[in-house]
């Protein structure tokens, strides 16, 4: 039951105002600006952009510094803004094999054509705290090389050649939005994808993880993880064709699993996708897991029972603010229902003990 | 448009300085205004589409006193942005198109070609080459 109270404005008031000052900080320290955050935090920028479902760097950045650095409350404004937006339009599906790669590499093969360009990654550092950066440091310069203007094909194309892997033929179906429609089950990939894609990166890395260890195991190669920007366009219907209308940084991961096939098709291997806002990389391999474990039903697979395989546990529980919202809701004041409960608690003990004084006068007799 | 689009406002605003244009006279067809565009993805980067999630763009429409018209549909939030990039593209179809185009455009093109191109040149210099040990044995 819930009944409105009032009062408690003057300490909520007074809390916000406490809020602001800690989230300032010690005033003798200089103030974080929104681009240093931009710039400087540009990974916890993406996560907040690609969970918050919203490509925009400065208000991904903002978010961050209101949040005082809490990613999921940073991913709630974001998305609260978000609702604010009348919708404009959808893109042109965009074209990830044109993609200028700051990052490209395969797993599976070592001589890919267009090279395997490692980029700004973490991987192959020691994982030592560097404590230079704890001091005023010099300007870092990377090292750059005359770059080579081939082009860089999909790994996977090169098994399609073959017919060695399931293809992925173009469609041009319009794809569900659950930002315009409540997600429902049965979802078709195109809805799971999205939802994944918003989907919070523990949760998602959680759910590619029990399927490494055996739970709807599926036996993943990265047969291609690319990071780099790709060019947006969109139809405008009052000019009557497609005009560029930005640049956003994406991460997309192409995994190789293991094969299916039957007596009358001969064995191929299968795909998992991932694609994401930004350089989050985890992410993308996460999903491209999670996406080949629900597939499972398409491909023939055997139901397992693998959290992973079921549609409705992962697709339900992987966004962070639908989470968060119904998790954080019970700290707000339930003293109505709490009361209720208390009055039953007391009425069950008082009929247990007087049942129990009865039973013992009984004895006694 | 693309261009336009993706420039950086103050890079776009000082080249219009430079060339000397004074704004001119033009009512609004569709006042700018922000708002959010579904970017898709493909399944396996070929396949059926997807929704993979938002970037904000703004757009405007305005006519020139003197005719042509001007659409901008710019990436993010920068309303006066949009009406530069609207006023760009209502001149380029007037006898200012060439000082336009030499002026604005071309330094805006080159500088995204310099800024790919540096990043190309650090992504060359991290990729690897393979080489295989030699081992004792003919």
Redesign the interface.
Known sequence: MYVAVKGGERAIDNAHAWLAEERRGDPSVAELSVAQIRVQLALAVNRV??EG????P??AALAIKQARGDLIEAIFLIRAY?TT??????????D??AM????RISATF??APG???????FDYTHRLLDFKLAAEGELPQ???????PAPMP?I?DYLNRDGLIQP????????????REPLELPAN???R??AL??GDEGFVLSMAYSTQRGYGRNHPFVGELRVG?V??E?D?P??GFA??????E?T?C?TVNQFVGSKTEPPQFT?G?G???GHTERKAISMALVDRALRWQELGEDDTGAPAQDAEFVLYHADNIQASGFLEHIKLPHYVDFQSELELIRKIRAEASAAQAAADREAAE | ??LL??APADRLEALWKTLGIDDPAFHWLRAP?????????????????????????T?C?LRLKQGADG?A?????DKAKARRAALVDALMQTDRADDLRRGLLAPLAQDMADA?????????????A?FTMVRGED
Do not use: W
């Open positions: 952009m690609a479902s919203l490509y925009d400065d208000l978000r937006l009348p919708r404009l339009g959808a893109s042109r599906p965009v990830t094999g200028r790669c700051d990052r070592k001589d090279g395997q360009v490692l980029g700004p990654t990377a090292e750059t090389a005359q770059a080579d999909r996977t992925e033929p173009a469609a041009e179906d319009t794809p569900p939005d659950l930002t990939r195109a809805l994808l999205q894609a918003r920007a060019t947006v969109m405008i009052e000019l005009v560029e209308i930005g640049e956003v994406l997309e192409e795909r996708y694609l994401t806002f | 448009m693309g689009s993706r205004e922000t708002g959010g565009v579904m970017v898709r993805g493909r399944m396996g980067g070929t396949g059926a589409p997807f929704n993979l999630g938002e970037m904000t763009v757009r429409a659409h549909y710019v990436q993010g939030r790919a191109a540096s990043r190309a040149a650090r992504a060359e210099a991290t990729k690897v393979f």
